[in-house]
Each structure stands twice: as structure tokens, then as C-alpha cells.
């Protein structure tokens, strides 16, 4: 229809069909080159050059503008790098129309060879010198006080490079506006690095609007005026902005989807089909901007061959990586180490690889980005051979950190990494899989995420008959996996670590079956028949090992055997002599571990006074809140303060206890809570928190694996909350609460620690 009617202005004959190709326009071409006027000059002196449109509204950028202006009254260049789409140009187009000298804009990006960056300056000023490249000095006097603005230099960087040097060496008053992908590198340059827009923390149970959701709904708002954002939506359009990294351009183009796709259906959209989705930008922008894939095209056009393969080679890391990884997964015999560094620096410099403040730097690739080098690794055909390497890699680091303490918060570090390596391995390579899993697991001990490397271990189990994988391998696997269950209260641990005590002993391993005789015995959660022939047999072995280690490991196994007899005073005695000889050889993180015993130990002797003076000293060390042990520390806490009746106290401090123990995983407090709640007259709130708690631990199959003590706790505070409340209100809460979720459990808390009325 479009083109019938151009047909009917143009006359038939001059557009022609090509059968199976498309149309061609035939006309010919006459220019009246007197009719065509000069760039004109804007009231307040902006060049009206090619490209200078007035600018878009900007959106979470207030902080860069006034930054960015303060750096524009002094002389000198500034350039304005990061990522393609991060909006150098929207902000340096605001930056030109509010500066109050005026300003010329060049953009270089239509521009294929340097040597045509001077004539575009010249033509620009309206410079009409016969010379096609104007002196530095005509040009600094063309411009005057105006803002002289370079915008999208990447592709021509020397060219652009040489000629600011020059203007600035003439005439050092002058104010250069620069955007690129990387810098150029000149003397008295003042690189300003644009960052993606920010985006909600994580941990953020707030309705206030990230800067990357309000441009967001911003462009959903402007592509439909219908478009309602529905109560309860705004964790959805958080993770849309959180997987598009902040990117303006992606934002803005997944926004205009939204009409069409839902947001639900964007967010589904992402998970590999991102570069078909995000396909509609402005029909005003440049060619490379219309769609992401074209802009990161562009970029990577712009790197040499040994960029290219490190690039793509670097999409196999997930959630950063250190320089060390790097070097052993992106390196080859062709390339040492530090081809590798100079490599991933200019990476680094044309913002195609992110570096954060640390020291040592740790790097990242967008998410973005990472999904386009993951399409260039396939292409190369080096994805399985990458993975390979990744997984391997992963597997040498975390072999390190189980004896090298200065290796093992670098391993820790690497949590998404390790996941990812030990999902690849268990598809290709099985016996890898077991090992790799058992390594992250054994350094992940003290870690808040240890229950994840617990299911990377278990997800092995399928695997096992595999005959690549070596006895002694799967013995190992074995006595791992049974002492992560019972660290995680699961009866079937000793059922793994018998398995384990099976295959050892018919390898004659004596440190294996030390360590599966342990996992027997701290598995336990009654009394085993041969309790005291494992214990003897655990004492020889440690006396025939004679290692510090298994000195003390033995003392925490006696500890337990005393805790399966009830003689705690004896389990106290073995846990203090635990924490000495860890302390006496360094192992720091074992020696809290003891502590967060003894203070249990401490509660269950009804010494309520000493287990809180324990545990808080623990709360209060540097460094406790990046380990496991912390949760421990603030079960002993709370539940110390429950037991001397200071439940004000315990409700001001279970918010805080609550967060670390969701991050850890573990349900260790499901009995206090609900009762500190009836003590301070919140029935309502306790029932509903005892039966979430009860629904979940169902729903995780968590049940058994829970002190049964603590289950009769929960059960016993929702009896009373019912006494209280009527079998009705009960009832009806109890159905309330077995729907809420972890997060809704916890605000119920959090606003009862901050005095709101009981729960409605």
C-alpha cells in the first residue's frame, strides 16, 4: 500500500519491483547545490550540523549531569566512555544544549576513515579554507568559547586522539567533549566512565523505584497509554531491569515489547531470545542503535583478532571472575599471561569488560554482553572446549582452598562460577562432576552458601554408575555428601557416611575411614548400637594419623557422641578442647564452629547468661557475617534471651538474626520466634508464623531433618496462640499462614520489632 502511493507522487516508473528481492528507486538524481543551505547557527550559538537533536528527557542521571557540567568549566578534554547503549550520547546532547557558551557537535560515526574526522570539524564551523584540513589554530578561533563536542569516537580513536592534542596544544582555553567506547588517551585527558543506570539492591522490600525501573516504566508508559502498572508488579520490572544490566538502550527496547509481549512475556523473552526481542529503538537514532544487536556488532567490529578471542572466550564466566581465571581459561600456548592482562586491558578500556574498585580488580561482562560473546563463542565452535577448561579451572582453584587458607575466600568468591562449571560437568563429564562438586563443597563449609554446594553434590547421585569414576573418587563423594546432611540435620547422613566407611575400608584408607566415622557419629540423631566401638575406633585412627587436624575433629565427634548420651557436661568439655587446638593451629572458622557449640552447649545446661555472652562476642567479630557460623551464633542468641524472658530484646534483634539465617538456608529458629511473639501478646502473628513454618519445612521435605524439639516448640505455640484467638480465628490464620512466603514471614516480624499492632 506504502508503495502504491509513492508510485502515484513519484510516477510508476520510478520504482521498480525485483521479483523476489524487493523494490529499487529508479529516478534520476539532479542537485542544485546553491539551493542546498549551510548549517545554520541556533540562537545560543549550537551548530545545527548534522545529528544535534533536541534532547530526550534523562532519567536517573541527574547526578551524572551535574557532575559532568562541573568538569565542563574547566578547559581541557573530557571524555565520556562505557558500554555501547549506556547513554554517552544522550548525556553529552543534554550536556550541549544546556551549556550556556553554545557548543558544535561532530558526530564521527558516519565517518569510515580517519582522515575525514578534520574536514567534518571544518565543516561543522563552517570553515570555508581552501587547505581540507583547517589549521589548529582557525579552528580554536572558529570555535571560540563554544563546547566543541566528538561524539561516538571509538572506530577513529587515533584520528580523533591527534586532532584534540593538536587544538588543545593551540589553544589550552578550549572545552572538548568526547564520547567513546574507550579513551583517547592523551595527556591532561579527564576520563568520566558512564556506569549503567542503577538498579535495586537485591535485598530491597521496598515500593521506591530503582533509576533503571522508572526509565523503564517511563518507556512502557510513553510506547501505550493503557499500560497499568498492577500492584505487586515492581519485582518483575526489577528483575527485567536487573537481566538488562541498567542499559538504557536495552531497557528502552525491551520497553516498547511490553504492549505486545506483557511483562511477564519480556522477562520470558530474555532467557534466549534477547537480541530477537530487543529489536525497536528510535527510528531518529543512529543506524547501529536501532537495534542492540547492531550496536554490540559495532563495538566488537572495532577489535583485533586477539580481542575477538578473549572476548568470547571470557562469556564462559558467570558473575565476575579474577585475573587468575582468566589467564587459565582464556589463555593458550600462544598466549602467556601477561598477553592475556594486556589483552583484557584494552577490553577493559573500550568497555567491553568491567573492572570494580578491589585490589586485586575483579572483572565482568553485562549480562548483555556476555550473552552476545557466548553467540561468538558458538560461532567459533569453542564453546565445549571453553566449558571444559572453565570447569577445570574451577576444579584447581577449589582443590587449593581446602588446604590454603589465602585461597579459599578467593574460591568463595567464585559462587556463580562454581555453579556453573559444576552443571556443565555433570552433563559431559561425570567423573569430574563428583569431584569438582565434593571440592566446592568441602571449601563452601562455613560459607552462607553451603546448602547450594550441598545440591550441586547431590545432584551427582544419578551419575554414579558411571565407570569413568575411580572408587576412591566415589568413596570421597560419599563421606562429603554425608557430612554436608548431617550439618544440615538429615537422618539419611549416616546411612551415606556407612557407604562411604564401607568403600574405605576395603581400599584401607586409614584418613577415609577416619572421616566416614565421623560423619557416622555426628550424623546420628539417637544413640547407635556401637556408639562406643565407633568412638574407640575413631581414637586409634587419630592416634595413628597423628595430624592436628584429626585431633581436633575428634574432639568435636566426642563432643556429639556426649550429646547422644546426654552427658553435657562431657559434650561442653570436648567442644572447649576443640576450640583450643583449632585456635592452637589456625583454623580460625573451625574454632568459631566450636564456638557456636559451646554456647549450646552452654543452653542446653541452662547457663543461659554465659551461652549469650558467647554467641554475641561471636556477632561482633570483624569478618563473622560472610561465614555460616553466623546464623548458629544468632540461634544460641536469640534463643538465650527467649529463655531468660528478655523477649523486648529478642524481637528488636530477630529481624537482623532472620536475614542471615534465609541466607544461609537454615530453619533454625522456627520454634522461638512463634513464642517470642505469644510472650509479648501477638497471638495472631504467632499463629501465622507457626504455620508457615510448618508448611515450609513440609514443603522443603525439611521436616525430619529438624530438632524435634524445635518441631514441638512450633507445635506447641500454635496450640497456645489457639487457646487465645478461638478455634475459628485459628483456623482461618492457619490457612492464612501456611500461604506466606519466607519474605512475608519476615515483615510480619519486622514489624512487630518496629511496635506495629498484632497481625490483622
Known amino acids: 500500500m506504502q508503495i502504491s502511493a509513492l508510485r502515484r507522487v513519484l510516477g510508476g516508473a520510478c520504482i521498480a519491483t525485483i521479483p523476489g528481492r524487493g523494490y529499487r528507486f529508479c529516478a534520476r538524481i539532479e542537485v542544485d547545490d546553491e539551493a542546498v543551505p549551510a548549517p545554520a547557527a541556533s540562537p545560543t550559538g549550537t551548530s545545527t550540523a548534522p545529528t544535534l537533536v533536541a534532547p530526550r528527557a534523562l532519567i536517573g542521571r541527574d547526578a551524572d549531569l551535574d557532575r559532568l557540567r562541573t568538569e565542563l568549566l574547566r578547559p581541557g578534554c573530557i571524555t565520556l566512555t562505557g558500554a555501547a547503549g549506556v547513554g554517552k550520547t544522550s548525556l553529552a546532547r543534554a550536556l550541549a544544549h544546556s551549556n550556556t557558551r553554545g557548543a558544535v557537535w561532530v558526530d564521527l560515526?558516519?565517518?569510515?576513515?580517519?582522515?575525514?574526522?578534520?574536514?567534518?570539524?571544518?565543516?561543522?564551523?563552517?570553515?570555508?579554507?581552501?587547505?581540507?584540513?583547517?589549521?589548529?589554530?582557525?579552528?580554536?578561533?572558529?570555535?571560540?568559547?563554544?563546547?566543541?563536542?566528538?561524539?561516538?569516537a571509538e572506530h577513529l580513536i587515533d584520528a580523533a586522539a591527534t586532532l584534540v592534542a593538536a587544538l588543545l596544544a593551540a589553544a589550552p582555553d578550549l572545552t572538548?567533549?568526547?564520547?567513546?567506547?574507550?579513551?583517547?588517551?592523551?595527556?591532561?585527558?579527564?576520563?568520566?566512565?558512564?556506569?549503567?543506570?542503577?538498579?535495586?539492591?537485591?535485598?530491597?522490600?521496598?515500593?521506591?523505584?530503582?533509576?533503571?525501573?522508572?526509565?523503564?516504566?517511563?518507556?512502557?508508559?510513553?510506547?501505550?497509554?493503557?499500560?497499568?502498572?498492577?500492584?505487586?508488579?515492581l519485582p518483575l520490572v526489577h528483575e527485567i531491569c536487573q537481566r538488562?544490566?541498567?542499559?538504557?538502550?536495552?531497557?528502552?527496547?525491551?520497553?516498547?515489547?511490553?504492549?505486545?509481549?506483557?511483562?511477564?512475556?519480556?522477562?520470558?523473552?530474555?532467557?534466549?531470545?534477547?537480541?530477537?526481542?530487543?529489536?525497536?529503538?528510535?527510528?531518529?537514532a543512529g543506524g547501529r542503535h536501532r537495534t542492540l544487536k547492531?550496536?554490540?556488532?559495532?563495538?566488537?567490529?572495532?577489535?583485533?583478532?586477539?580481542?575477538?578471542?578473549?572476548?568470547?572466550?571470557?562469556?564462559?564466566?558467570?558473575?565476575?571472575?579474577?585475573?587468575?581465571?582468566?589467564?587459565?581459561?582464556?589463555?593458550?600456548?600462544?598466549?602467556?599471561?601477561?598477553?592475556?592482562?594486556?589483552?583484557?586491558?584494552?577490553?577493559?578500556?573500550?568497555?567491553?569488560?568491567?573492572?570494580?574498585?578491589?585490589?586485586?580488580?575483579?572483572?565482568?561482562?553485562?549480562?548483555?554482553?556476555?550473552?552476545?560473546?557466548?553467540?561468538?563463542?558458538?560461532?567459533?565452535?569453542?564453546?565445549?572446549?571453553?566449558?571444559?577448561?572453565?570447569?577445570?579451572?574451577?576444579?584447581?582453584?577449589?582443590?587449593?582452598?581446602?588446604?590454603?587458607?589465602?585461597q579459599r575466600p578467593c574460591a568463595l568468591r567464585e559462587h556463580d562460577n562454581a555453579r556453573e562449571a559444576a552443571a556443565w560437568a555433570l552433563r559431559h563429564d561425570p567423573a569430574l562432576a563428583l569431584r569438582l562438586s565434593r571440592c566446592?563443597?568441602?571449601?563452601?563449609?562455613?560459607?552462607?552458601?553451603?546448602?547450594?554446594?550441598?545440591?550441586?553434590?547431590?545432584?551427582?547421585?544419578?551419575?554414579?554408575?558411571?565407570?569413568?569414576?575411580?572408587?576412591?573418587?566415589?568413596?570421597?563423594?560419599?563421606?562429603?555428601?554425608?557430612r554436608q546432611h548431617l550439618m544440615l540435620g538429615d537422618p539419611e547422613a549416616t546411612v551415606m557416611a556407612r557407604r562411604a566407611l564401607m568403600l574405605y575400608r576395603a581400599l584401607d584408607v586409614p584418613l577415609g575411614m577416619f572421616n566416614a566415622l565421623q560423619a557416622v557419629v555426628r550424623g546420628s540423631h539417637s544413640v547407635p548400637r556401637d556408639l562406643a566401638a565407633l568412638c574407640a575406633e575413631l581414637e586409634l585412627l587419630a592416634a595413628r594419623l597423628d595430624r592436628p587436624l584429626t585431633h581436633m575433629s575428634l574432639q568435636g565427634t566426642l563432643a556429639h557422641a556426649a550429646?547422644?548420651?546426654?552427658?553435657?557436661e562431657s559434650a561442653l568439655m570436648h567442644r572447649r578442647l576443640e576450640r583450643e587446638l583449632a585456635l592452637q593451629h589456625g583454623y580460625v572458622q573451625q574454632a568459631e564452629a566450636a564456638e557456636t557449640n559451646i554456647a549450646a552447649a552452654l543452653i542446653r545446661l541452662g547457663?543461659?547468661?554465659?551461652?549469650?555472652?558467647?554467641?554475641?562476642?561471636?556477632?561482633?567479630?570483624?569478618?563473622?557475617?560472610?561465614?555460616?557460623?553466623?546464623?548458629?551464633?544468632?540461634?544460641?542468641?536469640?534463643?538465650?534471651?527467649?529463655?531468660?524472658?528478655r523477649h523486648d530484646e529478642a524481637l528488636r534483634e530477630?529481624?537482623?538474626?532472620?536475614?542471615?539465617?534465609?541466607?544461609?538456608?537454615?530453619?533454625?529458629?522456627?520454634?522461638?520466634v512463634p513464642a517470642v511473639l505469644l510472650a509479648l501478646g501477638r497471638p495472631r502473628a504467632a499463629a501465622l508464623l507457626a504455620a508457615q513454618a510448618l508448611a515450609q519445612l513440609h514443603a522443603d521435605g525439611r521436616l525430619d531433618g529438624v530438632d524435634q524439639a524445635q518441631v514441638q516448640g512450633v507445635e506447641d505455640a500454635a496450640r497456645a496462640a489457639r487457646a487465645v484467638l478461638g478455634e475459628e480465628a485459628a483456623n482461618a490464620l492457619t490457612v492464612r499462614g501456611r500461604s506466606l512466603d519466607a519474605a512475608q514471614a519476615d515483615r510480619l516480624v519486622a514489624d512487630a520489632a518496629a511496635g506495629g499492632p498484632d497481625a490483622d
Open 109 to 152: 560515526a558516519p565517518l569510515g576513515d580517519g582522515s575525514l574526522v578534520a574536514p567534518a570539524l571544518a565543516h561543522a564551523l563552517e570553515l570555508t579554507a581552501a587547505a581540507p584540513v583547517p589549521a589548529p589554530a582557525s579552528v580554536a578561533t572558529a570555535l571560540g568559547t563554544r563546547l566543541l563536542l566528538l561524539d561516538n
Open 176 to 233: 572538548v567533549l568526547v564520547t567513546s567506547q574507550q579513551p583517547l588517551s592523551i595527556a591532561g585527558e579527564r576520563v568520566q566512565r558512564i556506569e549503567p543506570l542503577a538498579l535495586a539492591r537485591p535485598d530491597d522490600a521496598s515500593d521506591a523505584l530503582s533509576a533503571a525501573a522508572a526509565l523503564f516504566l517511563a518507556r512502557v508508559r510513553a510506547a501505550s497509554h493503557r499500560f497499568v502498572a498492577a500492584p505487586g508488579v
Open 244 to 284: 538488562l544490566d541498567g542499559i538504557p538502550l536495552a531497557l528502552e527496547m525491551a520497553a516498547a515489547r511490553v504492549p505486545a509481549l506483557g511483562l511477564q512475556g519480556v522477562r520470558d523473552a530474555l532467557s534466549g531470545e534477547r537480541f530477537a526481542l530487543l529489536t525497536t529503538g528510535y527510528r531518529d
Open 294 to 406: 547492531s550496536a554490540l556488532d559495532w563495538s566488537h567490529g572495532l577489535l583485533g583478532a586477539d580481542e575477538q578471542q578473549l572476548f568470547r572466550r571470557l562469556a564462559v564466566f558467570s558473575g565476575g571472575f579474577s585475573l587468575e581465571l582468566a589467564v587459565a581459561v582464556a589463555g593458550d600456548e600462544a598466549r602467556d599471561r601477561w598477553a592475556v592482562i594486556d589483552t583484557l586491558a584494552a577490553l577493559v578500556d573500550r568497555s567491553l569488560v568491567d573492572a570494580d574498585d578491589a585490589d586485586p580488580p575483579r572483572y565482568r561482562l553485562l549480562e548483555t554482553l556476555r550473552e552476545y560473546a557466548a553467540q561468538r563463542l558458538a560461532d567459533a565452535g569453542e564453546t565445549e572446549a571453553q566449558r571444559s577448561r572453565h570447569a577445570q579451572a574451577l576444579l584447581d582453584l577449589f582443590e587449593r582452598a581446602q588446604t590454603d587458607l589465602v
Open 440 to 482: 566446592i563443597a568441602r571449601a563452601a563449609t562455613f560459607s552462607v552458601w553451603r546448602s547450594q554446594a550441598a545440591a550441586w553434590l547431590d545432584a551427582c547421585e544419578p551419575v554414579l554408575d558411571d565407570p569413568r569414576i575411580e572408587r576412591s573418587e566415589l568413596a570421597q563423594w560419599w563421606v562429603e555428601r554425608a
Open 563 to 568: 550429646c547422644l548420651r546426654g552427658d553435657d
Open 607 to 645: 547457663r543461659h547468661d554465659e551461652a549469650l555472652a558467647v554467641a554475641r562476642d561471636l556477632l561482633e567479630r570483624p569478618g563473622a557475617a560472610e561465614s555460616v557460623n553466623l546464623a548458629y551464633a544468632w540461634k544460641s542468641a536469640i534463643t538465650a534471651l527467649a529463655a531468660m524472658a
Open 654 to 672: 530477630l529481624p537482623r538474626a532472620l536475614a542471615v539465617l534465609r541466607r544461609c538456608a537454615l530453619p533454625l529458629l522456627v520454634d522461638v
